[in-house]
């Protein structure tokens, strides 16, 4: 798949609220995920698929989603560009609130190699 | 003005190659520009709007620009992105080339304060 292929996959998966099923199809098992921060003594950095996953399916049981919107993809060479706004309950807090996160994304032999998300904290 | 505000402004100034003059308008004294990859022995970081215009200026300097194309802005926050595809001709070798990178910048208080380019290297 080219890069605006596997841009327009993610992008609709993402938007049906499929991220396990993005992560399957089109993430490499070398995969590296780079959040904007970390709690103490914790990385900002996930390195391959199952690290990755665990991290997803942490933020899976613990979040619940109301409405997920996602704009793009920006495709520039091997990279693409999307946002994502998101209205969730944190779970453990019954806390509800918006995320929005610019993500980009690099794509090398058709399947994603590295991701990094930017929002504030 | 708003992340937004910022954001189509931008990308009107860069659409028009007006590249210093959004620097001007829109950056912060305290920018911080980090490109995907720098030199043997020099950094990916440029600090300050004196650093930041100066690799403007060695930019303009040593390419002539025969398009640009830029797409976005989308905003998520106080993050916003776009892309850039560049027709140019990097003049020292006069070797013409297209540049596509994906951008994301962070506004605060109306100004761009971090910038960040993607592209293969």
Same mark, same amino acid.
């Given at each position: 798949m080219t890069t605006q292929e596997v841009a327009n996959a993610l992008v609709k998966y993402c938007s049906e609220g499929k991220f396990e099923e993005a992560m399957k199809a089109l993430y490499s098992?070398?995969? /590296? @995920?780079?959040e904007a921060g970390a709690p103490p003594g914790q990385s900002r950095e996930s390195k391959g698929l199952a690290a990755v996953k665990a991290k997803?399916?942490?933020w899976a049981a613990n979040h619940e989603v109301? @409405?997920?919107k996602v704009e793009g993809p920006l495709v520039a060479g091997s990279y693409f560009t999307a946002t994502f706004k998101m209205d /969730?309950?944190? #779970?453990?807090?019954s806390r509800r609130f918006t995320m929005e996160e /610019?993500? /980009?994304? #690099?794509v090398i032999d058709g399947k994603i190699v590295y991701e990094e998300f930017f929002y504030s904290m």
């Amino acid at each position: 798949m080219t890069t605006q292929e596997v841009a327009n996959a993610l992008v609709k998966y993402c938007s049906e609220g499929k991220f396990e099923e993005a992560m399957k199809a089109l993430y490499s098992p070398d995969i /590296v @995920s780079m959040e904007a921060g970390a709690p103490p003594g914790q990385s900002r950095e996930s390195k391959g698929l199952a690290a990755v996953k665990a991290k997803g399916e942490w933020w899976a049981a613990n979040h619940e989603v109301h @409405s997920t919107k996602v704009e793009g993809p920006l495709v520039a060479g091997s990279y693409f560009t999307a946002t994502f706004k998101m209205d /969730v309950t944190f #779970k453990p807090q019954s806390r509800r609130f918006t995320m929005e996160e /610019v993500a /980009v994304y #690099k794509v090398i032999d058709g399947k994603i190699v590295y991701e990094e998300f930017f929002y504030s904290m």
